[in-house]
């Protein structure tokens, strides 16, 4: 199976484990990269170790501002679960694999900065998941996406339930998932699956350059946004409010802010000062 190539500047900073790559694109963002050619990326256990190991380091990274979750493979950004591994389990082997599958999407998902997924080709399944856990989603024409778990008689286990009705809302999520259909780029935008819909072959391009665009901006500032957006989102406004309000403090009183006052008062771009304070999201 041909990977896609890597830009030129890709082994100025990279970091493999196993079968997932960590490239650096400048200071601030890192690119976790899916390389298991062979499988299309399923989902194995060791996989799902790889990408929980590469993720973890990326986000303990204080420097980071911002993700891209990328596929090097060239017909797939992630199929989804390795059933041909699942062929041979036992219900136990079945039970002990679920916990580290677990923690590799909810991984995705806890990244303190915003994550974007640069998709093509197939995400279905836990692939699609792995994108849903991301903040926002690049898909290019060629991507074709769906939940088809229900077809082989399970259900979305890697939050796909949850993370596509607050999505989408429940009766859009309900039908992509009941149905177990896959979805071309144009209809998963129509439906807000997906953010933006680029060229064939563009998606990781258009994906490092939003991201190359949100990490120009404050990185306490980012990391409290996420933090509070995500912990404001299933609870009562009130409640909401004072998390923003929690979030704010830090930020209004940081180093940062007096830096942005002073770049706006000067007419330059700001110079973030190396103040790594944070809300995580579950904190």
């Not at 699942?86 to 916990?99: I, K, V």
Request: aromatic share 4%.
């Amino acid at each position: 199976m041909r990977r896609v190539q890597p830009s030129p500047d890709d082994d100025a900073a990279l970091t493999r484990y196993g079968d997932v790559r960590v490239v650096r694109h400048g200071a601030h963002v890192a690119e976790i990269v899916l390389d298991r050619p062979d499988a299309l990326n399923a989902v194995s256990t060791a996989f799902a170790r790889d990408l929980l190991a590469a993720t973890r380091a990326v986000d303990a990274d204080a420097a980071v501002r911002a993700v891209v979750l990328s596929s090097a493979v060239e017909r797939a950004f992630c199929v989804g679960a390795d059933l041909k591994e699942r062929s041979g389990f036992t219900d136990e082997d079945l039970r002990a694999q679920r916990p580290v599958t677990r923690a590799a999407y909810r991984s995705v998902l806890d990244l303190a900065v915003p994550a974007i997924a640069a998709v093509h080709g197939f995400a279905l399944g836990g692939g699609f998941e792995l994108a849903l856990a991301c903040d926002l989603v690049v898909a290019d024409e060629s991507a074709v996406l769906g939940l088809p778990e229900v077809s082989v008689g399970v259900i979305p286990g890697g939050g796909g339930t949850q993370l596509l009705t607050r999505r989408v809302g429940w009766s859009r999520a309900a039908d992509v998932i009941f149905t177990g259909r896959r979805l071309d780029a144009a209809n998963a935008l129509a439906l807000g699956l997906v953010d933006r819909v680029v060229p064939a072959g563009t998606a990781r391009e258009q994906a490092l350059a939003l991201a190359g665009s949100i990490a120009e901006n404050s990185p306490v500032a980012l990391r409290q946004a996420k933090a509070a957006m995500r912990q404001g989102l299933d609870t009562a406004l009130s409640a909401g409010l004072d998390i923003e309000d929690q979030a704010w403090n830090v930020v209004a009183f940081s180093p940062d802010r007096a830096e942005g006052v002073r770049a706006f008062a000067q007419r330059r771009r700001p110079s973030w000062p190396d103040d790594k304070t944070v809300l995580r999201p579950d904190s």
